[in-house]
């Protein structure tokens, strides 16, 4: 999920919590939280990605002979990049369930 679609997702339950009766110092104290959680978010598939980006590069130096870059390194990092992306999408997967189900409820 894009940062771009998860600001569109706050920015939608911030118009539904002031439709339904949040007032101004809550919608505030929401867009800040919001903020930091968007922050949160990105932060982690920032890191997921620089994991990826770590492993790939630990493989081809693997494949191109360097003698520096031992396999069994090479395997945990493969293995913990895709522990972590596995995870950032199962969080996704659960940010988008809740968003469903925040939708669907009747007002």
């Known amino acids: 999920m894009s940062s771009l679609q998860i600001s569109q997702v706050l920015a939608e339950m911030r118009a539904l919590q002031a439709r339904v009766g949040g007032g101004p110092?809550?919608?505030?104290?929401?867009?800040?939280q919001s903020s930091d959680f968007a922050k949160m978010i990105k932060g982690q598939i920032d890191?997921?990605?620089?994991?990826?980006?770590?492993?790939?590069?630990?493989?081809n130096a693997y494949e191109a002979g360097d003698k520096n870059v031992d396999l069994?390194?090479?395997?945990?990092?493969?293995?913990?990049?895709?522990?972590?992306?596995?995870?950032?999408?199962?969080?996704?997967?659960?940010?988008?369930?809740?968003?469903?189900?925040?939708m669907n409820m009747s007002v």
């Open 25 to 32: 110092a809550e919608v505030s104290a929401s867009v800040a």
């Open 47 to 59: 890191s997921v990605a620089a994991m990826q980006n770590n492993a790939s590069s630990l493989a």
């Open 72 to 102: 069994t390194k090479v395997m945990l990092e493969v293995q913990k990049a895709g522990i972590a992306f596995h995870a950032i999408t199962e969080v996704r997967n659960k940010l988008v369930d809740a968003y469903t189900q925040v």
